[in-house]
């Protein structure tokens, strides 16, 4: 059995069935799934650092809909 490498000390890397890519806290809570390792890694780093810092203040909201007739 192949050991897990906890890291940055927060997370784990796994690829599972199709190529994908999936990231883990260390309780086991999933985090990222990206279709390469890198990807994946580079992905779990800047949510973990949203979370830990905060994340922007909401910006400019849009909407979708158009007005009249078609």
Known sequence: MQEK???DDCFYLEEK???LWHSYDKDGKGLITALTAESCL??????LKGIQEGWPKEGNTYNGTVG???
């Not at 580079?42 to 949510?47: D, E």
Request: proline fraction near 7%; hydrophobic fraction near 25%; glycine fraction near 20%.
């Open 5 to 7: 490498e906890l890291i």
């Open 17 to 19: 069935p199709y190529g």
């Open 42 to 47: 580079s992905g779990t780093r800047f949510y």
């Open 68 to 70: 009249g007739k078609l």
